[in-house]
């Protein structure tokens, strides 16, 4: 069955680059729009930006000048960058497949913390 | 962008009634060449992901149970459980897919 998993440092400080990569096995990476999606703890879904096999990708404006979403298809994965971040960006990240996203990643707390 | 603005923001309902949460967005996301609302729901329980509930406005998510039902058009929408069971605490979000950024609804929470 299709299963997601993010992966990734749990602690960044301050001005650093947030790295997270989704791990994806059961569909083929090469088909579907995959998407991060991120919730600050005790609130709600902020959809972070997708990627589309062959490159073509879409942010969040409020995030766009921070953001890369990067595809692997050769490692059946996709990475999220978000530089320069704040104790704002601390959150849980979630990576998710298609659109609207039918199989989600369990999902990753990322503090940003010195 | 696409603001999705849900009610109520608290709903408690007693087990076996129904529930029912509207979802209002700031403008249509009704695709005119292929008439399909760009709309989905999701249920999310503490710790876990959401879950997707309803698709293309009214479409049921593979294995999501009969009592689960999304209606609407344009940019008015509904998420109805026709009869309360206890594992349907949760939140629930409307999202809207037409145009990015792909934006949620502050959410739901449902209590009995």
């Avoid at chain 1, 971040?85 to 999902?107: E, F, H, I, L, M």
């Avoid at chain 2, 593979?62 to 929408?77: E, I, L």
Wanted: include cysteine; proline fraction near 6%; aromatic fraction near 12%.
């Amino acid at each position: 069955q299709v299963q997601l998993q993010e992966s990734g440092p749990g602690l960044v400080k301050p001005s650093e680059t947030l790295s997270l990569t989704c791990t994806v096995s059961g569909a083929s990476i090469k088909s579907y729009f995959w998407s991060w999606v991120r919730q600050p703890p005790g609130k709600g879904l902020e959809w972070i930006g997708y990627i589309y096999y062959g490159g073509t990708t879409s942010y969040n404006p409020s995030l766009r000048s921070r953001v890369t979403i990067s595809l692997d298809w050769s490692k059946s994965q996709f990475s999220l960058n978000l530089n320069s971040v704040t104790a704002a960006d601390t959150a849980v990240y979630y990576c998710a497949k298609d659109r609207p996203s039918n199989y989600w990643g369990q999902g990753m707390l990322v503090t940003v913390s010195s | 962008d696409i603001v999705m603005t849900q009610s109520p923001d608290f709903l408690a309902v007693s087990l076996g009634e129904r529930a029912t949460i509207n979802c209002k967005s700031s403008q249509s996301v009704l695709y005119s060449s292929n008439n399909k609302n760009y709309l989905a729901w999701y249920q999310q329980k503490p710790g876990q992901p959401p879950k997707l509930l309803i698709y293309w406005a009214s479409t049921r998510e593979s294995g999501v149970p009969a009592r689960f039902s999304g209606s609407g058009s344009g940019t008015d929408f509904t998420l109805t459980i026709s009869s309360l069971q206890a594992e349907d605490v949760a939140v629930y979000y409307c999202h809207q897919y037409y145009s990015p950024p792909h934006t949620f609804g502050q959410g739901t929470k449902l209590e009995i």
